[in-house]
């Protein structure tokens, strides 16, 4: 075969780094013989750094602290230190100081409300699409913020070929995480991870988060991925839940993705929306979970279907992001499309210390026509669950006591986030799980793994008697990881309980709050989470 | 007249989800062939044994709702199903149908009166339905015209190949 040239053989190990790629690259060129080509030609071993000068720089403008921003590569704080010095960032970056964001903004609040009479959806999209304005109904074509893929990357790369275009439009727009089966579950998910990491390799993309990171949702917001004001497709249906800090985003198939990699391009079809006003103070033992799951009860599974959402009102203005992206998340299933709780100092607090770049959010005119207005008033509301086999199949947590389980799961893009962890515990310290139970907890992400390990929750659960899994979606979609027998029954605080979801056809799912899950984990069958608050 | 179907009713209810469609257990496999075999496996276990290449899904409202997986109208196209008539598709299925090429029509009247085993004919270009059993025919919005061009070349794939090379 013909030996590549220097320059070629350069290349190839920036792409492939080792020996072994370069020569499985060729087609099956065994090791030896191409660093015996190397030393011919006098190329050195792979020497390029394993991190960027511009990723090392970012990480500490953005965070100025060796341990954290380690924690983000995964490294150890001096490790992280010795990259810094590499790179001569010596210096600690100036902080942004909260009170001189927000007195910015207060200006902006009121520039932004520009078009009155129009939705969020609409004037995000109008503004997308280049126009003044856009109507309900129209189809408009316009350029996403962000291209989110999961492991169905493997499916989105095949039809990507297909296409025939070779590079991807943008390849910083585009993430990454493989949560669904992580780590691979079986040969074929091996293979469809190897292909998908071969394809980031080769196309540069630098937004890939391989099995350790968590549930692609979590990393995009934690990440700060997206930013308020931006628009976003994922091959993922709860993508809506970005929507907790105020940007716009929803869930597509994978031919569609497909596409958009390769033109950049997706035609949306402006929705009509939904305005919900929550107000009054949460009751004790009811949660974010308990308020979508009552609002899935009244607007039904098909409630907001090809419709946008927008939630106001006290109760959401309180709440932390953590509680709006479980809002955001279950709106998906009412069919919502964009499920937006518009950005206020909550989110600009939130993305201190995650983001340095700039963002301009965009909010609904104060005479903003919606299509349902929905109001809410949560202070006598009990905790909810929803039975089989629909999301709006809810009821009180009273009617359903007797019911027994055999597994309960604590996780998911729902509700794996810290706070939820920290319910949980709370109410496990010092107790145990039944003895019929198995417990599952399954943190939404690294950091929060981590989070969870210093503040000893992660203690608390195993020393209850639960078992903790690596950050992914585990269970959830019944992949992997604690699928149900025939007529078993599991208490979840993951997102959806259609018939076969999390295994046999005949096992059922009732959903939940964390605080629920962990009481019914300890009685064994159904609880209501206030008998032990 | 290649846009003219005909094949017996296959009817189920309302919110028929992507999870019963085809479970996440057979989401690894991306093909028709592969996946069509296990369609709608956890809601009728004699629905792929019966169904024949051209017969018809029909459905009440918010047919496939959940999940984003493609693989469920692959699967449907894969266990040979020529189209979908429902009272209403979920959002992302809508898009997944019309990317992969698998026709689907909502009707509300078609959806309610059609009973399993009847026999239809469905003219994709009009949007008309015949229930060649009961003698009754109904009427669903035709397709805009670039979404039929997608239908008829068969999918996204080669719409927008189409679509690079003619630039």
């Known amino acids: 075969m013909k030996i590549p040239h220097k320059k070629e053989l350069i290349e190839l190990q920036k792409r492939y780094r080792t020996d072994k790629r370069i020569g499985e690259a060729l087609g099956g060129v065994p090791a030896y013989l191409v660093a015996y080509w190397r030393r011919k030609k006098k190329i ?180 700060a991925h997206l930013l308020p004001g931006q628009l976003a497709v994922g091959t993922d249906s709860h993508t809506t839940s970005y929507g907790c800090i105020g940007a716009v985003s929803t869930g597509i198939g994978a031919t569609e993705m497909a596409v958009v990699w390769a033109t950049g391009r997706i035609w949306l079809l402006v929705p009509e929306t939904i305005k919900i006003t929550i107000d009054g103070k949460l009751p004790k033992g009811v949660y974010a979970k308990d308020v979508i799951l009552n609002l899935a009860k009244r607007l039904t599974v098909e409630g907001a279907n090809y419709k946008a959402i927008e939630f106001y009102g006290s109760t959401v203005k309180e709440m932390s992001i953590s509680e709006r992206f479980t809002l955001s998340n279950l709106s998906m299933e009412m069919g919502a499309k964009f499920a937006v709780v518009p950005f206020d100092e909550t989110a600009q607090t939130y993305l201190v210390g995650r ?45 359903v006591t007797r019911v027994r389980i055999d597994q309960v799961v604590l996780g998911s893009c729902t509700n794996g986030r810290l706070d939820d962890l920290e319910i949980a515990a709370k109410i496990l310290k010092g107790r145990k799980v039944h003895l019929d139970v198995r417990m599952l907890v399954i ?91 | 007249m290649a846009n003219t179907l005909r094949g017996r009713a296959f009817k189920y209810g309302d919110n028929v989800d992507t999870d019963v469609i085809i479970p996440a257990r057979y989401c690894t496999a991306y093909t028709p062939q592969e996946l069509g075999p296990h369609c709608l496996e956890d809601l009728d276990r004699e629905f792929v044994k019966r169904v024949k290449e051209g017969d018809i899904i029909v459905a009440g409202k918010n047919f496939g709702c959940g999940s984003s997986r493609e693989n469920a109208p692959l699967a449907i196209r894969g266990a040979g ?30 959806a309610d009166s059609i009973d399993s085993g009847d026999e239809l004919r469905v003219d994709l270009d009009t949007g008309a339905i015949e229930n060649l059993t009961k003698g009754r025919s109904f009427s669903s919005a035709p397709f805009p015209e670039a979404i039929q061009e997608i239908i008829r070349l068969g999918g996204m794939v080669n719409f927008v190949k189409e679509r690079l090379n003619n630039r």
């Open chain 1, 44 to 223: 050195g071993r792979y020497n390029y750094p394993k991190y960027s000068e511009e990723q090392i720089k970012e990480l500490w403008e953005r965070l100025g602290d060796d341990a954290k921003a380690g924690r983000e590569l995964g490294i150890r704080s001096h490790a992280f230190r010795r990259w810094r010095k590499r790179y001569k960032l010596k210096e600690k970056p100036v902080q942004l100081k909260l009170e001189q964001l927000k007195l910015e903004l207060d200006i902006n609040f009121n520039l932004l409300r520009k078009s009155m009479r129009y939705t969020i959806a609409q004037n995000l999209l109008a503004s997308r699409a280049g126009k003044k304005k856009v109507e309900v109904g129209e189809i408009v074509e316009v350029e996403p913020d962000l291209a989110m893929s999961h492991d169905n990357a493997g499916l989105v790369i095949k039809q990507f070929r297909q296409i025939g275009v070779e590079k991807v439009w943008n390849n910083k727009k585009i993430v990454i995480p493989l949560d669904h089966r992580a780590p691979a579950e079986s040969e074929k998910t091996a293979i469809a991870h190897k292909s998908i990491r071969e394809f980031v390799r080769e196309q540069e993309i630098r937004n890939f988060y391989d099995i350790r990171e968590g549930v692609c949702h979590q990393v995009v917001v934690e990440k």
């Open chain 1, 355 to 399: 983001t340095n770049k700039n963002y301009e959010p965009v909010f609904a005119g104060e005479e903003a026509e919606y299509v349902q207005e929905v109001e809410l008033r949560v202070e006598r509301m009990v905790p909810q669950v929803a039975c089989p086999d629909n999301v709006d199949n809810v009821k009180n947590v009273a009617e």
């Open chain 2, 81 to 110: 199903v020529s189209c979908v008539i429902a009272k209403s598709f979920a959002r992302i299925f809508y898009r997944n149908s019309i990317n992969i090429g698998l026709p689907i029509l909502e009707s509300e009247e078609a």
């Open chain 1, 443 to 533: 943190p939404a992400s690294r950091s929060i793994y981590l989070q969870a390990m210093e503040k000893g929750f992660l203690r608390d659960f195993i020393e209850a008697g639960c078992v903790v899994l690596n950050p992914g979606c585990g269970p959830c979609l019944g992949a992997h990881q604690g699928i149900l027998a025939p007529g078993e029954r599991c208490l979840a605080t993951t997102n959806r309980n259609f018939k076969g979801r999390m295994g046999s056809p005949e096992a059922e799912v009732y959903l939940g709050s964390p605080a629920t899950a962990a009481a019914s984990a300890i009685r064994g069958r159904i609880t209501d989470p206030r008998e032990f608050l």
